[in-house]
């Protein structure tokens, strides 16, 4: 079976573009999580979509957003992009209600 | 604010010893936490969790410590492997999944043979 996917595995972009960061769930997994882990730091947590909604948000500006599509698979786009961007970003995935989050290898974004 | 706290950022134990993680948090509303295995360039993966219901859970040579009193969280390895070399990761949740989960900044754990 297979597990949580994440495209790309790089993306490298500019100071003040967008980027866009996919990621696809477990197959009947419904919510779906983005966490940033800058360098040093922890997981922290971005956003959370189930069943098409988002059901919490992070403390991030505005310019971090996404949206959950009908096949559960997400988007985050980072808009306006900053040079403290740079982080690998994790998508995880579960059944809702779950706290076991399944999680897939990762975005690196590299902004300079 | 810190919620989940890993204060030792890296520890090394000698392959076959006992491996001890700790984990602090601050919220009371947690009642649900997991601990998390992440190795270079791959995502975190699941080990073990434990609900505020139990003060310990076993699964094979991973063990979960729960002190509620003192907010406290352990996970003990043995014997310890070089295999297990890895970041982990202790997290917190409210309501059983139905809340985000709040992670702890880490630790790195590294296996003498």
């Known amino acids: 079976e297979a597990g949580v996917t994440q495209s790309p595995t790089h993306l490298i972009k500019t100071r003040g573009q967008q980027a866009t960061l996919r990621c696809s769930p477990i197959?009947?997994?419904?919510?779906v999580y983005w966490y940033q882990q800058a360098l040093g730091l922890g997981l922290q947590f971005l956003l959370w979509y189930d069943e098409g909604e988002e059901r919490n948000r992070g403390n991030f500006p505005p310019r971090f957003s996404g949206r959950q599509f009908p096949n559960y698979s997400s988007e985050l786009n980072v808009n306006a992009l900053e040079l403290e961007d740079s982080a690998l970003y994790l998508c995880?995935?579960?059944?809702?209600?779950?706290?076991?989050?399944?999680f897939g290898q990762g975005t690196r974004l590299t902004v300079v | 604010d810190q919620q989940v706290k890993q204060n030792s950022p890296s520890l090394s134990v000698q392959e076959g010893r006992i491996s001890i993680l700790n984990c602090d948090y601050t919220n009371s509303m947690f009642d649900y936490f997991l601990w998390y295995k992440k190795y270079p360039a791959e995502g975190p993966t699941f080990l073990i969790s434990?609900?505020?219901?139990?003060d310990k859970n076993e699964d094979g040579r991973f063990t979960v410590f729960l002190n509620k009193s003192a907010k406290h969280l352990s996970l003990h390895i043995v014997p310890s492997q070089p295999g297990d070399s890895a970041v982990y990761f202790c997290a917190a949740a409210t309501n059983f999944g139905n809340e985000k989960l709040t992670f702890g900044t880490g630790t790195r754990l590294t296996i003498i043979p």
């Open positions: 995880a995935s579960s059944f809702t209600g779950f706290a076991e989050a399944f």
């Open positions: 197959s009947g997994h419904t919510s």
């Open positions: 434990i609900s505020s219901i139990k």
